[in-house]
């Protein structure tokens, strides 16, 4: 040994296993809100749609929507008659006004073609600021939900959040409560549009195929 250097020990046992670190154990993620977190935002929320709703029923607006009323509109505005049309149905989904109220209002006042285009922009406009709305003033409130039923739909969204989106997209169409819903869960705004886009094709396009008989249905 060189003069100097210091003599260093093992105090362990002979034979006996150093002991390791523990793993580091790291977490993907925003940490879980905690129990309870979310009831001021989900109240901020159920307010806003009441809010929305007794506007909607105590002005009359909602039946002054109407599928006759929007096409007048419509037609006599021109192109403008478009703009008014996409803001209209973006606020009217807020107010509960069924959206096959617009789809249909957009084809009687352009036809199947024309009417289809706007329909579809009409409805994609709605549903993406019905997200931003409610992911605004309600958070990601069902994330953290820790129901055995609702965690294996919400592990669906996660794993293909565009599939999931547009199935569920061309199963419930415009429902209100899937905007709601997809906007408290983790689902991105770019994976809800994407998804979204491409689940309002089938429906619009079928309801412009069978115009003549979902005029009839919905009478």
């Not at 006759?68 to 419509?74: D, H, K, P, V």
């Not at 803001?87 to 807020?94: I, M, P, R, T």
């Amino acid at each position: 040994m060189e003069p100097g250097a210091a003599e260093t020990t093992d105090s362990s046992p002979a034979g006996a296993p150093s002991p390791e670190a523990e793993p580091v154990k790291v977490e993907i993620g925003p940490p879980p809100s905690p129990r309870g977190a979310n009831w001021p935002r989900l109240a901020g929320l159920a307010a806003l749609t009441v809010a929305l709703f007794a506007i909607g029923h105590f002005t009359g607006l909602t039946e002054h929507l109407s599928r006759e009323n929007l096409r007048s509109l419509m037609e006599s505005l021109g192109v403008w008659g478009v703009l008014l049309f996409v803001v209209l149905f973006a606020v009217g989904e807020f107010m509960h006004v069924p959206g096959i109220v617009f789809v249909l209002a957009a084809l009687l006042a352009y036809g199947r073609v024309g009417g289809a285009i706007a329909a579809y922009a009409g409805a994609l406009v709605s549903v993406s600021f019905a997200f931003v709305v409610v992911r605004r003033v309600g958070g990601q409130a069902l994330a953290d939900v820790r129901r055995a039923w609702l965690a294996k739909v919400l592990a669906k969204l996660d794993e293909r959040p565009i599939l999931t989106v547009a199935v569920l997209r061309i199963v419930f169409f415009l429902a209100p409560a899937l905007n709601y819903g997809l906007a408290m869960t983790r689902v991105s705004f770019r994976d809800f549009f994407v998804g979204s886009a491409l689940g309002l094709l089938p429906p619009v396009i079928t309801i412009a195929l069978a115009f003549e008989w979902a005029l009839t249905f919905f009478e």
